[in-house]
């Protein structure tokens, strides 16, 4: 299968996007779902489908249809569709309140001032109304009824009817000489005029819509900010072939390829996904990961695309390009979430597809019954002009879609990827948090904890030594030793002749002395050693599950090095965070349970589930599920990823691998384990946002009509209260931006990688 995406034109309601919905399910082998919203298709198609049959398709449905265009940084196109709905409503504002005041205020009408309003109403009728008269043409011809309908059909009738009455009836002669005023239960129809009724439902509507669209598009803009936050060039370094040294060529970036070594100076953004190759900065994330505080970036570690250098010269050699870099998997995944439909909504959906017809019959029964019972014409007519006005589809269909546009804009914004609407439910319901212990609650990078040194010996110079002959070794423990020792030293010397054993430790010389670092067991090989006060430390350590490193030189034991992968900075406060949104956090590992424990122990978690194999993790929450839990599950690591599916709610750590980002609900792009909490937090907000919209949505309608149909809704209030539930809906949606993630709300934490 095929994923193709569609920007689709022309829909103004709910019920257009399910026409064109239906339509491209109607093709052989298509999957579409139509986001009225995001005014997108995510069609599932089958391999070589023709994108050109779908936007063929749409077109055939009255509605157009595009690829999607590139998105380019600082390109920034007027918005014909705002602009245009901008020139009516002024016009029709101008021009409908003078008409909607000489109706109302008896006071203000002059000799002839009904002809004044007709040439007023007009203009407005005809060419401000006009989109919904096209629309309504447009879809009558494909035999199809949409909100549009009613508005052209109500606005066109109260219009026509104020016409014959001028014409023909009394109400221009008595206008003319008596100055008459109107009222909605005269007993002359003729006499009856609506142009205040037609010009200012216009108006009304106008505005909503124009608001409708201008908030749609401030819905969208954490995402197009996401997008066009990158680097649009890079300062790559080229082999000159003249002098053999190498020189900056600026390229832009969609050029850049895997391998390529590039300059980022201060200020700058990063060009794509790579790694350090030299130099030290602190790096400015915030765009990417909404991490407030910079992090520090050596030789080694791992950047990310469109983040900031705030500080020293680096050069990053490109490890990610084009569609596979962090950035442009957010900017996809937050693209799929939105166009996502909640079961909620697809109700909705459902309703609306068949609301307008039903809406038209109401009218039509309005009208019969008013006369039936003997009522004056004016008054069974605004009846039912009045329920075609107020019913308006558009707040239930935008219930569900502007929520998730702004919810998961905003969670991008904070470095929170949801993957779609059914994490909302989820997210409700869970009731245990799992955390994996490596890389989630700790650093997942080993580092120097404590220093001991035997009676004679300067820290410094047993760092040194230990550093230098570590900094050969590949294993994790050693280049902790030697990071270490590097930092709080500068340059280390090199070793000589050195030589790894493994599972034991290292030897080499170094300055010219033979020196030995390993394990305990490895220096007593040797013949070597400890002193009680190094025996006691070394027991102490190992007892708290730390890895020991003995460091001797010239056949004496000169001091214990301890490593252990220290937990993040962060990591208690968000389990505090966690347990007051109600879940009960387990931590898993498959550490010893010493060690498991010692760090349930620092970061408040009780229950800790020890020395489980990365197969058995699966088993785990398959357990907790069995007991009747409702789990979610944090991880980072390859092995997690089977966890992450099995759970009720996968979340992934950003700075883990793609296999566990891939099977996860929820991806925290930063590294800090305070976005669970506030993971969960934005998908509550979210989810309760849209059960706020859909209820307002129904209420509305369900209780907008039969007033209208009993005659007690003037047919241009019910006009205002259309275009206010259009923008109720809209409103309550935008409080999402103002979600604030926990890191901010109470202090910065500074990571250094």
């Known amino acids: 299968m095929t994923l193709i995406d569609l920007e689709i034109t022309g829909m103004t309601c709910a019920s257009c996007a399910a026409r064109v919905e239906k339509r491209l399910n109607g093709l052989d082998g298509v999957e579409a779902s139509v986001n009225f919203a995001t005014e997108k298709a995510h069609v599932s198609a089958p391999e070589g489908f023709d994108p050109r049959l779908l936007i063929d398709a749409v077109e055939q449905t009255g509605y157009g249809a595009a690829l999607p265009a590139p998105v380019r940084e600082h390109e920034h196109h007027v918005d014909p569709e705002l602009s245009s709905l901008k020139r009516r409503l002024i016009a029709s504002v101008a021009l409908s309140v003078p008409v909607i005041l000489l109706a109302m205020i008896p006071a203000l009408q002059f000799p002839g001032w009904q002809w004044v309003s007709l040439a007023l109403a007009t203009p407005v009728v005809t060419w401000a109304a006009w989109p919904f008269h096209r629309a309504t043409w447009m879809n009558l011809r494909h035999g199809a009824v949409t909100m549009d309908t009613l508005i052209s059909v109500g606005v066109g009738a109260a219009y026509l009817w104020s016409l014959y009455a001028l014409l023909f009836g009394d109400a221009g002669m008595i206008g003319m000489t008596h100055g008459y005023s109107w009222t909605i239960s005269s007993n002359d129809a003729s006499s009856s005029l609506y142009l205040e009724v037609a010009a200012g439902v216009t108006m009304f509507v106008l505005a909503g819509r124009y608001f409708e669209v201008r908030s749609k598009r401030e819905a969208g803009a954490a995402l197009r900010a996401l997008l066009e936050v990158g680097a649009k060039d890079a ?66 570690d791992a950047v990310v695309g469109a983040t900031v250098n705030v500080g020293g010269r680096l050069v990053v050699r490109a490890t990610r390009v084009g569609a596979d870099t962090q950035l442009a998997r957010m900017a996809r995944l937050v693209e799929e979430a939105q166009s996502g439909k909640a079961a909620a909504q697809r109700l909705a959906d459902r309703i609306s ?5 039903i809406v038209i019959g109401i009218a039509v029964l309005t009208l019969v019954v008013w006369l039936a019972l003997g009522s004056p014409p004016a008054a069974a007519f605004g009846a039912a002009v009045a329920v075609l006005i107020i019913a308006c589809p558009c707040a239930l269909g935008l219930a569900t879609p502007i929520a998730l546009l702004v919810g998961t804009g905003r969670g991008a914004q904070l470095g929170i990827l949801i993957r779609g609407p059914h994490v909302l439910e989820s997210t409700r319901a869970v009731d245990t948090v799992v955390l994996d212990k490596t890389g989630t609650v700790t650093s997942g990078r080993m580092s120097l904890t404590d220093v001991v040194v035997a009676p004679g010996v300067e820290r410094a110079e047993l760092l040194r030594l230990a550093g230098a002959v570590e900094h050969a070794s590949e294993h994790p423990v050693g280049q902790a030793i030697a990071r270490a020792a590097a930092a709080e030293i500068g340059a280390l010397p090199a070793a000589e002749s050195f030589q790894s054993v493994p599972g034991g430790g290292v030897q080499g010389i170094v300055d010219g002395h033979a020196v030995v670092a390993g394990r305990p067991a490895f220096l007593t090989e040797w013949a070597l050693h400890l002193d009680p006060p190094l025996a006691a430390a070394v027991a102490r350590f190992e007892a708290g599950g730390t890895t020991v490193v003995v460091v001797a030189w010239d056949g004496a034991v000169r001091g214990i090095l301890a490593v252990a992968d220290r937990v993040k900075p962060t990591s208690a406060e968000a389990i505090a965070q966690l347990r007051r949104l109600g879940l009960e956090p387990i931590l898993l590992t498959g550490d010893n349970e010493t060690v498991a424990r010692r760090i349930g122990a620092e970061v408040g978690i009780e229950r800790v589930i020890a020395q489980v194999q990365p197969a058995e993790k699966l088993e785990v929450i398959s357990r907790l599920q069995a007991e009747g839990r409702v789990v979610a599950m944090v991880g980072d690591g390859v092995n997690d990823a089977a966890a992450l599916a099995q759970a009720d709610l996968g979340l992934a750590m950003g700075t883990g691998t793609d296999a566990a980002i891939e099977a996860s609900d929820l991806t925290l792009v930063r590294g800090d384990l305070r976005s669970a909490g506030d993971a969960i937090r934005l998908s509550r907000a979210t989810l309760g946002t849209i059960k706020g919209n859909l209820f307002w949505a129904f209420a509305y309608n369900v209780a907008a009509i039969p007033l ?46």
Not at 256 to 262: A, P
Not at 353 to 357: G, H, N, R, Y
């Open 708 to 753: 209208a149909a009993l005659g007690l809704l003037n047919p241009m209030i019910a006009g205002a209260a259309m275009a206010f539930s259009s923008a109720f809906v809209v409103g309550n949606s935008l409080r999402l931006r103002r979600f604030r993630s926990h890191a901010d709300t109470v202090h910065p934490v500074k990571e250094t990688r």
């Open 353 to 357: 597809a068949v609301f307008v017809p």
């Open 235 to 300: 300062a790559v370094l080229r082999r000159d072939l003249v002098s053999g040294s190498r020189i900056e060529v600026r390229m832009p970036v969609d050029q850049l390829r895997v391998g390529d070594e590039f300059v980022v100076r201060p200020g700058e953004r990063i060009a794509t996904d790579g790694v350090v190759v030299s130099g030290t900065s602190a790096i400015d994330a915030s765009t990417v990961t909404g991490e407030s505080m910079p992090v520090e970036a050596a030789p080694g």
